[in-house]
């Protein structure tokens, strides 16, 4: 088999061929990179396969990475046919031979990432049944497992070995055998994701969860479904020395309605030596009461990552005892994120005093780079209480708050002056969303010509009342550098919600679009004149 390679090159002599003995090619690593990076995946299989000139060493490039040609790397075994449920199958049975071959290409695979696969389970079944004694994947560091794999104890036996270190799953049922599959190699583990967010813990389950927690000696990184983190999980994981983030599994809807927890106690104590190495948490609170589930019993200063969601509709009261509990013990937060079905009696979240009486404890946490504030209804706020904000987190780079809530007139007091504040204190800034009534009288104006940063590149206005359109307009130009995007649509509210609005909005953004560019080419006039 014949292989030649061909590059350009800008001479004079115009394009310059290069013809290439394959025995020579396929002994380059970096050559077999560049085949490698205009083929498919499933081109590369079919090419490892009937290429006999390749070495080990090239032919682990090629396969140090499994992932939509998970078939044709099994198709090396024996072939695979269609079953009436369109399914893949081995046409015949296995054979020692078979194994032999398939060992050679397996030995080189170090991440497996199956998202999906149309092999059939009886497929591993007869892998199972018929592979010789040892590991399969040698070398195999990585498993991801897709929703259609992650109940295939057939696979985890064929994959799971002593040398694994990550393995992701994203749902599986039941989640008992899953369990069990997983403390095989529980020591070896040092990211494991279990992703299953819908997952409902029982006795029997729980049980051989906290078995597997014990056994996760080397654990780094642990996602877990938010039933799964009880009490006593909780308190087996504060003493894992290597631990450095714990997090829940997400759902990524915000707004879809969650059961309570399972029969379990959810007490989140912090122990005075626990969690020594931690630095991001992410933890999911589905009570009516969460402060009251919280407990830190000393300062934690190396945690710098912190997400919470408290879905169980907790009062105001409630949430501002949270954050009184956790803003003088987390003192090293640099990012925090907020998701809260937030009650409170006659409409208070729309009083900006009661409003910020909530917000008020995380003040004092003045390291902040990232904070992320949503609710399920509209929060507001006045200019003042954004300029206490940007006073005192002035290492800000991404604010965004309540962008998911709707907001109708009356709903916020913000006035366009509150960026000026976040210009002004906030010089790392670039990433601003805020919903705010542009008409609304200023309550400070632009008199020294603050504006944002260099760094700045995303303004974002989600659901707010415009106000007059070139003076609003030049309004935000002004405090823009050339470079940024102001955007004003809801990603989540229809279109039509607010023509006028939206279409005010539009002449609005499309009038800073102008001014910006405006302002570049004077810019760029004046560089060139010096």
């Not at 998970?70 to 079953?83: K, T, V």
């Not at 109708?408 to 210009?423: D, G, H, K, P």
Request: charged letters at 20%; one cysteine or more.
């Amino acid at each position: 088999m014949m292989i030649s390679g061909r590059t350009e090159s800008a001479n004079k002599d115009g394009m310059l061929a290069l013809h290439v003995q394959p025995s020579k090619l396929w002994s380059i690593p970096e050559l077999v990179d560049l085949v490698a990076s205009h083929c498919s995946p499933s081109q590369l299989a079919t090419l490892a396969q009937v290429n006999r000139a390749i070495s080990d060493i090239p032919l682990s490039r090629l396969y140090n990475k499994v992932s939509s040609n998970f078939h044709n790397l099994l198709s090396i075994l024996a072939p695979l046919e269609a079953e009436s449920d369109h399914s893949l199958n081995f046409v015949r049975p296995l054979e020692k031979s078979d194994w032999i071959r398939f060992l050679h290409y397996a030995k080189f695979v170090k991440e497996l990432l199956i998202s999906d696969t149309t092999v059939s389970p009886d497929a591993f079944c007869v892998m199972d049944a018929t592979r010789p004694p040892g590991d399969v994947f040698l070398s195999l560091r990585r498993f991801d497992a897709g929703p259609s794999l992650g109940s295939s104890s057939y696979l985890c036996r064929l994959v799971f070995h002593p040398k694994l270190r990550v393995f992701h799953a994203t749902s599986w049922k039941p989640p008992l055998r899953l369990l069990q599959n997983i403390r095989t190699i529980a020591n070896s583990l040092q990211i494991l994701e279990l992703n299953d967010y819908g997952a409902i813990l029982d006795s029997r389950t729980n049980a051989e969860l906290l078995l597997l927690l014990v056994e996760l000696t080397a654990i780094v990184q642990l996602i877990l479904p938010p039933t799964f983190l009880t009490s006593k999980a909780f308190e087996i994981l504060s003493f894992k020395e290597h631990l450095q983030g714990l997090r829940c599994a997400t759902s990524g809807y915000f707004f879809s309605a969650r059961p309570p927890f399972p029969d379990f106690e959810y007490d989140l104590k912090f122990p005075k030596t626990g969690f020594q190495g931690l630095t991001t948490l992410c933890i999911e609170d589905r009570s009516a009461r969460p402060h009251e589930r919280l407990s830190i019993t000393a300062e934690h200063k190396v945690l710098r990552r912190l997400r919470v969601t408290l879905s169980g509709e907790p009062e105001l009261d409630s949430v501002m005892k949270w954050f009184l509990e956790i803003a003088p013990k987390f003192t090293g937060l640099t990012h925090l994120a907020f998701e809260g079905a937030v009650w409170c009696n006659d409409m208070g979240l729309l009083n900006p005093t009661v409003s910020f009486s909530m917000l008020l404890p995380l003040l004092s946490l003045h390291q902040l780079e990232t904070l992320r504030f949503e609710t399920e209804t509209a929060v507001s706020l006045i200019d003042d209480h954004i300029d206490q904000m940007a006073r005192a987190w002035p290492s800000l780079r991404n604010f965004r708050f309540c962008s998911l809530a709707i907001y109708e007139e009356t709903y916020t007091e913000l006035t366009a002056s509150c960026l000026i504040s976040m210009a002004e204190h906030c010089r790392l800034l670039e990433m601003l969303t805020i919903s705010l009534d542009a008409s609304r009288p200023l309550s400070r104006n632009n008199a020294s010509n603050i504006g944002f940063s260099d760094s700045f590149r995303w303004l974002y206005f989600p659901d707010s009342l415009p106000g007059e359109i070139n003076d609003t307009a030049e309004f935000i130009a002004d405090l823009l550098p050339t470079h940024a995007v102001f955007r004003y649509e809801s990603f989540i509210l229809p279109v039509d919600r607010d023509p006028s609005r939206m279409e005010s909005w539009a002449a609005i953004s499309a009038l800073v679009k102008s001014f910006l560019r405006v302002k570049h080419r004077y810019r760029l006039r004046g560089s060139h004149s010096e």
